[in-house]
């Protein structure tokens, strides 16, 4: 099923299916699955390591190089949604909060075309 079909829900299920039937849930600590997911997603940047925005752009024409993106895009989002079920957080929920955190954060006629929006003090 792609994403127009299936439920972040579905794929919590299915991750919480791959590690109980592996009883991995003992190593599945939040600080394991933070790490973890800082790993897979430095694994991920490393396939735009040195190349130009422009050329990030087109690593869609290579089909090998997409298809390692994509493995390491899926490494990222399942940890993701492993920490989502060990800390039973709600990810659609917690991605709507953060939404309307960032909205009035950086409003859309402040920040439009803007690298730096106003209201960024990170």
Request: hydrophobic fraction near 40%; include cysteine.
């Amino acid at each position: 099923m792609d994403d127009t079909k299936t439920t972040l829900a579905d794929l919590k299920r299915v991750l919480a299916q791959f590690v109980a039937e592996r009883d991995w849930e003992q190593f599945h600590t939040p600080k394991n699955l933070s790490m973890s997911l800082a790993i897979e997603a430095a694994e991920l940047m490393e396939h735009f390591q040195w190349i130009g925005g422009d050329e990030s752009r087109r690593v869609v024409d290579d089909p090998a190089k997409l298809a390692a993106i994509r493995d390491e895009m899926a490494d990222v989002f399942c940890y993701l949604l492993a920490l989502a079920n060990t800390l039973e957080v709600d990810l659609a929920t917690a991605v709507r909060d953060k939404m309307v955190k960032n909205a009035a954060k950086y409003p859309a006629e402040q920040s439009r075309g803007r690298y730096d929006p106003p209201g960024n003090t990170e």
